[in-house]
């Protein structure tokens, strides 16, 4: 079984083929970085322009790298949310017009699925397993109990923390995006010149906040007045990331407590989104995913960022089972993957 992938719900446009057998035939990803990093943030119109002029070009080269024709595929998976709805739009047309031409199913794929599946394909993991998605957009814990199954432990209540991470890059002048700029420079820091609040630790439940850190990242920033050096930004970017990682590893430590209960049966915990690329995070996850008897599994980097080979997987995982969809299935802006978890305590809620 092969099947075509698409990902066009935030900055990266993508196409990807996959088999059934986990094998990634390609694996093509556009970053629109520079078109978004004059903003500091990604534009959503911008974005949805760039999808709609790379779209069809990144198909070709995914079907050519794979040495396929349309025919060849058994199936046309495209992300059909959440996300940036005109980028959503562009990926899930062109998934359309493949399978209404070609005849092969169309499978419109919840973004976080894709990336709650991804470890199924590269470490070939049983269900139930947690999860836990840290990205630009998205910051949760759930359990994954098989293809459309999951329940949730715990959102943010305000923001993403990729997006604490890239605001704090952005008041410190440190560039776009900022994940990977502020771990570099934290690296040269001390982590505990500033002192900042961790959010939510100790705290019942298991849902995040980072609005508050990132407040204090601010007045951090302002107290120093006008003449901040380069070991400032390294002190504060060292001293954010711990707070922010200490606050994950907190509610992550209590989800692991529910599940230990809840799924004597679980045994794996599996990081995903941008921010399962930080190294300080993993090492510290790894940590306590152990003491609470559980092993960590982390895909590759290149397959926890957005791409389209973990579209194309959950397609596959959905047409075995033959979920399939019409072409008139419609993009979702949200599109919660346990619709019937309690809605976060306030107004941020993100699907
Ligand atoms: O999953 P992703 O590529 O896109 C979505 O948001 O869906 O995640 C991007 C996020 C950005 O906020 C970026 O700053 C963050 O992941 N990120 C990192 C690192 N690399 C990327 N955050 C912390 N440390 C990193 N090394
Ligand atoms: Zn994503």
Known sequence: MIVLGLESSCDETAAAVVTAEGEILSNVVLSQVEEHAPFGGVVPE?????????????????????????????????????????????????????????????IGVNHLEGHALTVRMTDKIAFPYVLLLVSGGHSQILVVEGVGKFRRLGTTIDDAVGEAFDKTAKLMGLGFPGGPAVEKYAAK???????????????????????????????????????????????????????????LLSRTGQALKIVRSDHPDCQNVVIAGGVAANMALRKNLDALVQEHGFKLVVPPPALCTDNGAMIAWAGIERLQLGLTDTLDMSAKARWPLDPDAEPAPFAGYKA
């Open 46 to 106: 911008i974005a949805a322009r760039a999808h709609v002029t790379q779209m069809d070009r990144l198909v070709a080269q995914a079907m050519k790298q794979a040495g396929l024709e349309f025919s060849d595929l058994d199936g046309v998976a495209a992300t059909a949310g959440p996300g940036l709805i005109g980028g959503v739009l562009v990926g899930l047309m062109t998934a359309k017009s493949i399978s209404a031409v070609t005849g092969a199913p169309l």
């Open 189 to 247: 820091g001390d982590e505990n010149r500033f002192s900042l609040p961790r959010p939510m630790k100790g705290k019942p439940g298991c849902d995040f906040s980072f609005s508050g850190l990132k407040t204090a990242v601010r007045q951090c920033l302002e107290s120093l007045g006008d003449h901040v050096t380069e070991q400032d930004k390294c002190d504060l970017a060292a001293s954010f990331q711990k707070a922010a990682i200490e606050s």
